[in-house]
């Protein structure tokens, strides 16, 4: 049942279903590590086989074959085969997802969401397979384990965050549903993502006319400063925290390293692992950086008003694309939008063709000949002195606040 289905029959009850994911890292044994490792193969060997018979159906028959009828028709045979025997070995709900992967990618290639399905590749493909909860098979045992499927009793690593033991304890009493587990492996470390449903009290969106325009605040996301916030009154620079950049220093320090070494050597190979164990410990010093400032944001706040980025188009830049990719726009406005979903406030975007920073906040000015380069400058108009980035979040401040009736702009 879909969830806009199971919030229409729970809003008799002021009830309301609440998706959410929890992720946690495991401690395979050796056994359970190689039957990780098989399942991911044997779910990308299936994804790539069902992609193949798919195009050709329909470049001979001018049909799609469905995902019913191919699990049906040629996975369960398949199985049975001499040949594919090995994949009766592997969790059978993790190919079942392999094909409905396939079906969901041509979906949003005919809705314009993304490029046509490609194939994956054993070198660069995620290391990743998903099962799903069907008869109690996905079970958190205790603060220390969890049962999956093929796999049995797996060790989890020692929760440490009150959230996370909280979590796991409700799901133990049955207050929280799992949905489904994605088990991953990223360099030498193995993690379980659990997609979880847990019914909770309806939140109403907050109503525009009790909105307090002292919490209504402008973001400007930048590069120099991650994040420019300002509330009508203040504004607050928010920089990217200094051990990420120490982080990325050591990085690149390694990565110049790598590059002097012979290709497949044991040094070149211990130093691709560094590399590897690098990167995570940057990716997670990124996400932990987004998710401590939009909980901060969204619990102080009623109203955040930001710019639709064009991430992608601005990635094109190939002078600034690696800048961009490093910053963690898009990751942050995700976090941001679903907490102030969750309590129900409110996220504006702006068109991403506003010219926030070459307008006056002043006198609504437009300086359409300022540059990038072009941090501070003076209103040619009414000679107001202008921080870019400050400016810029004032006005889609200001912007936001019209858009919801609450000013007027002159």
């Known amino acids: 049942m879909a969830v806009k289905e199971k919030n229409r029959l729970l809003a008799d009850q002021g009830k309301q279903v609440k998706n959410y994911g929890l992720v946690l890292r495991l401690y395979p044994n050796d056994e359970q590590a190689e039957l990780i490792n098989k399942t991911v ?21 001018g049909s799609s074959l469905s995902v019913a009828k191919y699990k049906k028709e040629v ?21 079942e997802v392999a094909c409905e992967n396939v079906d969901d990618a041509y979906n949003r290639f005919f809705k314009g969401q993304n490029s046509f399905p ?46 996370n033991k909280y979590i796991l304890k409700k799901i133990r009493e049955g207050r929280i549903r799992i949905l489904k587990a994605t088990i991953s492996q990223k360099g030498a470390h193995y993690y379980v993502s659990l997609t ?29 400063t991650f994040a ?22 050591k990085l690149a320090k390694l990565q110049r390293k790598l590059s002097r070494k012979q290709v ?16 995570e410990h940057i990716a997670n010093q990124r996400k932990d950086f987004a998710h401590k400032l939009s909980s901060r944001i969204a619990n102080e706040n009623q109203v955040v008003v930001m710019e639709s980025l064009n991430i992608k188009g601005m990635g094109r830049n190939r002078r600034l694309a690696k800048a961009i990719s490093d910053a963690g726009w898009h990751q942050f406005q995700g976090f941001l939008k679903y907490k102030l979903e969750w309590q129900g406030k409110h996220l504006i975007k702006l068109a991403p063709w506003y010219a926030s920073s070459k307008i006056c906040s002043n006198c609504q ?35 936001g606040l019209e858009t919801l009736g609450l000013i007027s702009i002159a």
């Open 41 to 61: 193969g044997c779910s990308r060997l299936v994804y790539n086989m069902y992609l193949a018979d798919r195009k050709e159906d329909y470049e001979e028959h």
């Open 75 to 95: 996975l369960v045979p398949l199985k049975s085969s001499e040949e594919y025997g090995f994949l009766k070995e592997v969790d059978k709900f993790a190919l």
């Open 118 to 163: 490609q194939f994956r590749s054993k070198r660069k493909a995620k290391k990743t397979y998903t099962t799903k909860m069907t008869n109690n098979n996905i079970k958190v045992i205790g603060c220390s384990s969890i049962k999956l499927p093929k796999l049995g009793k797996v060790g989890l690593a020692k929760q440490k965050t009150k959230r």
């Open 196 to 224: 979880l449903e847990e019914i909770v009290d309806k939140v109403e969106p907050l109503d525009i006319s009790q909105v307090d325009i002292s919490k209504v605040i402008g973001i400007d996301l930048g590069l120099k």
């Open 228 to 249: 420019t916030v300002n509330d009508g009154t203040e504004t607050e620079f928010v920089k990217k925290v200094k051990y990420i950049t120490e982080s990325e220093e």
């Open 264 to 279: 497949d050597s044991q040094n070149f190979k211990k130093a691709r692992n560094k590399i590897a164990s690098l990167q």
């Open 365 to 399: 000015e437009k300086h359409i000949a300022l540059s990038l380069n072009h941090r501070e400058w003076v209103c040619s108009k009414c000679g107001t002195a202008h921080e870019r980035d400050e400016n810029a979040a004032i006005n889609i401040r200001n912007q």
